[in-house]
């Protein structure tokens, strides 16, 4: 199910499982801690203070909102160029999604879109979930999934992404329990956030429950599971059935005020790799995760096509054939997102 209503999964092509096009991520927001900060935390962002919102990304308000519809739709031009033809576009409640101007800027990069639905991490909900039951926000969700977005066309195609935090709060349980039981009535694929941090730990534990809910195993797709590297970690992840998705390609930022970090590309590329080589292709998904301006080319990120541009260069230098990068691009996220 796209923006502009059903397609065959076969005809996706190259898709990003996890982007965002229009979003406001300020839910993150902490306090300046230095007087500098306090002088320009509320600027815009500009090659002046460029460095300062690299080493504390999440101080700076204009860093965390995605609202400019004409460089988002000129920034995925090149994604589009490259070959690239889909975009899964998980901006949900908490982060201010405004799925008619996403489907508009995707329209005119010539791209296929996909959205998702339910509710973000547990500081960002807004009041209603505490107050509702289980069933009453699967019947919200499902009322969605069926009817469209706000009295609009737009169906979503996936569910999530759904928000966890470290540790997983009380109501992201009982949201994560709703959405697993709106996959089983709809089988879309159930995309699941686990913490970015570099020090995150939760994820074998997330994907644990959605399975024990009843959620097939190869519709779970738990995101970021390329911010803390560990063999092991990974392992326990893949080993359960479920999907794990390396979609932060490009953060490479710190996160002074708590004192983390986004582990580098190469890191990245090197947990990849050994999972490749030790037969986890068939549960492996790629994307970037764009939701700050820092990370456009306009503001000296790598913006969309960062994938196609750098990341599988890299990997096909390092023995990873064509057909395995489709595999990862193409038949993955297809398979994935057929319903």
Request: glycine share 8%.
């Amino acid at each position: 199910m796209t923006g502009a209503g059903p397609m065959n999964a076969d005809d996706l092509g190259i898709t990003l499982t996890h982007e965002h096009l229009v979003a406001d991520t300020s839910c993150w927001r902490l306090p300046p801690r230095t007087e500098r900060q306090r002088r320009i935390a509320d600027q815009p962002i500009s090659m002046e203070i460029l460095s300062d919102v690299r080493r504390d990304a999440t101080i700076f308000l204009d860093n965390m909102v995605l609202d400019d519809a004409p460089l988002v739709i000129s920034e995925l031009a090149e994604f589009a160029e490259l070959g690239g033809r889909t975009v899964v576009e998980l901006t949900v409640g908490g982060l201010q999604p405004n799925q008619r101007k996403a489907r508009e800027i995707a329209k005119a990069a010539g791209l296929n879109i996909i959205f998702g639905c339910g509710y973000y991490i547990e500081r960002s909900h807004p009041r209603n979930v505490k107050e509702e039951t289980v069933d009453s926000l699967a019947k919200g969700l499902m009322d969605t999934m069926e009817q469209g977005v706000e009295g609009t066309d737009i169906r979503p195609g996936v569910i999530g992404e759904i928000g966890t935090s470290q540790p997983v709060g009380k109501d992201e349980w009982k949201v994560l329990r709703a959405a697993s039981l709106v996959q089983q009535q709809t089988g879309r694929a159930l995309f699941i956030h686990v913490h970015p941090a570099y020090d995150g730990r939760t994820a074998p534990e997330v994907a644990r429950f959605a399975v024990q809910e009843g959620v097939r195993p190869d519709k779970v797709n738990i995101c970021h599971m390329d911010s803390y590297l560990d063999l092991d970690y990974q392992r326990r992840v893949l080993d359960q059935g479920v999907w794990a998705s390396f979609d932060c390609f490009g953060w490479e930022v710190h996160f002074d005020s708590t004192n983390t970090y986004r582990v580098s590309d190469c890191e990245r590329e090197r947990v990849l790799l050994e999972l490749l080589r030790q037969g986890y292709g068939k549960q492996l998904l790629m994307s970037q995760d764009v939701a700050h301006k820092t990370q456009m080319l306009a503001f000296g990120g790598y913006g969309y096509a960062h994938v196609l541009r750098h990341i599988v260069p890299t990997l096909m230098r390092n023995g990873i054939s064509k057909d395995v990068v489709d595999e990862l691009l193409v038949r993955n996220p297809a398979r994935l997102l057929a319903a």
